[in-house]
């Protein structure tokens, strides 16, 4: 199994939220949710959301606003969104997507619905979430075998260092923190030192360029890890 994709929930409604959060649960995403604006912008950068759901009538800052924000931040610039709008919202629904939303559902909404808007947009957005096989220049992952080619030989990884690979190469080119590469591979309510993710990051890179080949991780100094683009394109 690969890990637990994230849903950033922003509304300040609570009852809402609870029940987003339940049926999210159920079908196997992980949730971290902002009761306003500025929160929202926080969370976003702390949790790094697979997709957000955001609501459009919020305290502080409007939701239009902080889809606009979230859009001219490199971390989250292609993160879907999701807009809950009012009923009869309909300029606010076309300013929604002029503001980079990716969709929008009216509330109030059944959870069936908003699951299969959700998982459409996931696979719309990120195809890469829905396949079997994840590519990346040279690197290939089976997903349903666990197992890892470079230019056609196998790649030998242990659990951790697969794990450490297949969330990265479904994000290339953004950069992680060593705490969230432990959030997203350890999981949040394990104990580990950010110093471990450099010792797994150590140990895939050495498998990965065991035949010689370029170097595909990028170490951002102070900052953490990312995919190199330049292999993507090379490759
Ligand atoms: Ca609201």
Redesign the pocket.
């Known amino acids: 199994m690969s890990q637990k994709l994230t849903i950033l929930i922003v ?3 609570a009852a809402l939220v609870t029940l987003l959060r339940y049926n999210l649960e159920r079908d196997g995403y992980r949730v971290v949710e902002a009761r306003d604006g500025e929160e929202a912008l926080i969370v976003a950068d702390e949790e790094t959301p697979d997709l957000i759901l955001l ?4 305290p502080n800052l409007s939701g239009i606003e902080v889809c606009r924000r979230l859009r001219a931040r490199s971390e989250t610039r292609n993160t879907p969104i999701i807009m ?1 709008t009012a009923r009869g919202e309909e300029t606010d629904r076309i300013r929604g997507l002029d503001t980079g939303a990716d969709d929008y559902v009216v509330k109030p909404f059944s959870m069936t619905e908003m699951l299969a808007r959700l998982r459409a947009v996931l696979r719309r957005i990120r195809p890469a979430l829905a396949d079997e096989t994840l590519i990346f220049g040279d690197i290939a992952i089976d997903r349903a075998a666990h197992r890892v080619k470079r230019s056609g030989r196998d790649v030998h990884l242990g659990p951790t260092e697969y794990r450490l690979l297949d969330h990265l190469i479904q994000h290339p080119g953004r950069v992680f923190s060593r705490e969230q590469l432990l959030d997203a591979v350890w999981g949040s309510d394990v104990y580990v030192e950010a110093r471990t993710v450099d010792v797994h990051i150590g140990r895939l890179r050495k498998a990965l360029i065991a035949n010689g080949e370029r170097d595909p991780i990028r170490t951002v100094r102070s900052a953490g890890y990312s995919l190199d683009e330049h292999l993507k394109a090379a490759g």
């Open positions: 509304e300040d409604e609501d459009w009538a919020l809950l």
